[in-house]
């Protein structure tokens, strides 16, 4: 009691302190911004010390967090990232309070030795990075998005409450977002044209807005299966359906594919499939690039330059796809035919992380080039798999296939082994959301961004307390 009070004073003196010093340094500079200062401070300080609640307001900012740019070389995601920032902060200082209990853990799960290997294959190839300073700044941010989203869920889900808090805490600020923007695109009668003028500020487009959007079918029907009143079973069943209506009015292609097959994941669980579905899919997606390669295939799709055009009318938009003269398609033909092309210069330890818009021009071909290729945004090569072994080689690519085999694994692994309901469910709604995360990367690249990097981390430190809460409880079982 007395070291509780003596915490308050400190606290308490130094606040007053940093007030003062303050309302000194806006006198002189004549600007009152500086005020609010030490006021930050303390709400950061509060934050740090109360993980939860930090945690859970990281994980409710992330659908209206926004991208802001100070200058050409500099941006954040608003206020997501500053909280990112705290929350590993707090992460770091927990471990160190904690050290000599982490020390005498038996072992470390599987899953995070391989997420260990990930981040330290990206330090080494910053050594032989095109651009070692991008490729540094990758480094930080993944850093603080593994603190933050795994190594925060980690701390706090040993209590299922806070995983249940968390994940639907993401929910239901999703839905709010979802809401602002239905209204907004009912103004333009749902129209193609009109979804990602409807979208701002929160999602830089309509991908980015339908691949979060999407992982939230699971958590509702969790939600559904989890409530023991039929009340709130209809209440989720209701807005299950308006995210499938949100899901089809986002006119986006990739989450329209990841719905089917995250809605397929349900099937291969109770199969025991799932984990050989995703070999059997790595074997398939190399044979299709070996046929395309093999007698240079691949030359027979270039696209008409003049044809490939983007359509504001939706119909008119799929029927260019089926057709091949989509622009967005074309591009991405284009950008995946430079970056298979450049994988011979890098299949050791690649160009380098965020490197790809560097070194890619030089090895496209102008045969497959589109009207967007001059590529304003600096955007990427559009499939994240392949961007791995570009950016961090062979290595990179097989780390990444491990650490989502290895999860896919344990996750039909816990779902057989527990009969606890809770976990049963959420293991399922989690398997689903991995497998639509995995269907958008094949057409996106969104691991590392704050909308989809997020929820793939926090899925995976869910993967690893289950396996451990469940793997306890079978124990118990048996022993009884």
């Not at 044809?307 to 260019?320: G, K, P, R």
Request: charged fraction near 10%; hydrophobic fraction near 55%; aromatic fraction near 16%.
């Amino acid at each position: 009691m007395q070291a509780a009070t003596q915490n308050r004073n400190a606290v308490f003196f130094v606040f007053a302190s940093l007030l003062v010093l303050a309302a000194i340094a806006a006198a002189f500079w004549q600007q009152p911004y500086i005020l609010g200062i030490p006021f930050i401070i303390l709400i950061s300080f509060f934050l740090v010390t109360r993980l939860h609640y930090l945690f859970c307001l990281l994980v409710i900012s992330i659908p209206w967090s926004i991208e802001y740019t100070f200058n050409q070389s500099l941006g954040t995601d608003l206020p997501d990232e500053p909280l990112m920032l705290l929350t590993s902060f707090a992460v770091i200082i927990w471990a160190v309070q904690h050290h000599k209990n982490l020390l005498k853990k038996p072992a470390i799960h599987p899953i995070l030795w391989i997420l260990f290997l990930q981040v330290l294959w990206v330090i080494i190839t910053l050594v032989t990075s095109t651009n070692p300073l991008v490729s540094f700044k990758y480094l930080l941010a993944k850093s603080w998005y593994v603190l933050a989203f795994a190594g925060a869920p980690l701390i706090l889900f040993r209590n299922a409450g806070y995983l249940k808090k968390s994940f639907f805490g993401l929910f239901y600020s999703m839905f709010a977002v979802l809401i602002v923007i239905l209204v907004r695109h009912a103004f333009t009668g749902f129209t193609f044209s009109g979804i990602n003028l409807s979208l701002q500020p929160f999602f830089r487009n309509h991908v980015n807005y339908s691949s979060l959007l999407v992982c939230m079918v699971p958590l509702c029907i969790a939600a559904m299966q989890l409530s023991a009143y039929k009340r709130m079973k209809f209440f989720f069943s209701a807005i299950l359906l308006l995210l499938l209506f949100a899901v089809i009015t986002s006119y986006a292609r990739g989450a329209w594919l990841a719905l089917l097959t995250g809605l397929s994941t349900y099937g291969l669980l109770r199969k025991k499939a799932l984990f050989i579905t995703f070999i059997l899919m790595i074997v398939f997606a190399l044979g299709t690039v070996f046929w395309f390669i093999n007698n240079d295939r691949y030359l027979q799709y270039a696209p008409d330059y003049k044809s490939t055009i983007f359509h504001s009318d939706f119909t008119q938009h799929l029927v260019a796809t089926y057709q091949m003269k989509d622009v967005s398609n074309a591009e991405r033909f284009y950008r995946w035919i430079a970056g298979i092309r450049m994988i011979k210069d890098s299949w050791k330890t690649g160009f380098g992380p965020t490197t790809f818009y560097d070194n890619y021009r030089s090895y496209s071909l102008p045969i497959f080039k589109t009207w967007v290729s001059n590529n304003p945004e600096h955007s990427t090569v559009h499939n994240y798999f392949l961007l791995m072994i570009i950016e961090q080689g062979t290595i990179g690519l097989l780390l990444m296939l491990l650490l989502l085999g290895y999860m896919f694994y344990t996750a039909q692994k816990i779902y057989h082994r527990t009969q606890d309901a809770f976990w049963k469910i959420m293991i399922a709604a989690i398997s689903a959301i991995l497998v639509m995360i995995c269907t958008v990367n094949f057409l996106s690249d969104l691991i590392e961004t704050d909308k989809i990097g997020s929820v793939f981390y926090i899925c995976l430190a869910s993967l690893v307390i289950a396996d451990i809460k469940t793997k306890s409880k079978s124990l118990l079982a048996i022993a009884s």
